[in-house]
């Protein structure tokens, strides 16, 4: 193994550590049921807020329990448009290439212990269409309503490098990240308003 693969697996490790001591926290305490309550916990832990909130993008991407959007949202109500941005698109994004190399390394059995097999059966089949599913990764990234997660793990089973990859989430994941975030943000103001 090379001195980098170390280096990839040791930090891999460590978040992969920290984001489970996370999620079983906030399981424990009600946060990832009720997300008033998770923005209270993040408004009121001060300077760490941001690293707990990064933390909490990528676990959620790497094994996906809570849904995004959820999160999205949470992060531009509670950091602002341009902060709660800035902090969803770094945890998305190195949730996404995390979870992209973990397909790479453990295959196809990664997935289906992180996903259901019906979901995973409804985009499986983009995998026989060669280039097509560059495009429509790019594409399903750049919009709401696809399950990312689950296309960058679908992603790890093609020949797509590493590189290319990378390149498709950073151009394309703003597009999505801010109609979808943005979008349920405002549907949570207008539900908070009503009670």
Avoid at 21 to 34: I, N, P, R, T
Avoid at 35 to 42: E, G, N, V
Avoid at 48 to 55: E, I, N, R, S
Wanted: glycine share 10%; hydrophobic share 50%.
């Amino acid at each position: 193994m090379t001195d980098s693969r170390k280096w990839i697996t040791f930090l891999t490790i460590i978040m992969t550590g920290i984001c489970l001591w996370f999620f079983v926290f906030l399981f424990q305490e009600g946060y990832l049921l009720d997300p008033s309550k998770l923005q209270t916990l993040l408004v009121h832990s001060g300077a760490l807020a941001p690293v707990l909130f990064v933390g909490l993008q990528i676990f959620q991407t790497v094994i996906p329990v809570i849904p995004g959007g959820v999160t999205s949202a949470i992060g531009v109500i509670c950091f602002g448009n341009i902060g709660g941005f800035l902090l969803n698109y770094v945890g998305l994004c190195i949730g996404s290439v995390i979870v992209f190399w973990l397909v790479k390394v453990y295959g196809k059995p990664f997935i289906q212990k992180v996903t259901d097999q019906k979901t995973m059966d409804k985009y499986i089949g983009w995998l026989d269409r060669g280039k097509k599913f560059d495009r429509f990764f790019s594409f399903a990234i750049l919009m709401p309503g696809f399950p990312d997660d689950l296309l960058c793990m679908i992603a790890g089973l093609t020949r797509m490098t590493t590189a290319r990859f990378i390149a498709i989430i950073l151009l394309c994941k703003p597009f999505g990240l801010i109609l979808y975030s943005q979008g349920l943000t405002i549907l949570f103001q207008e539900i908070a308003r009503l009670f």
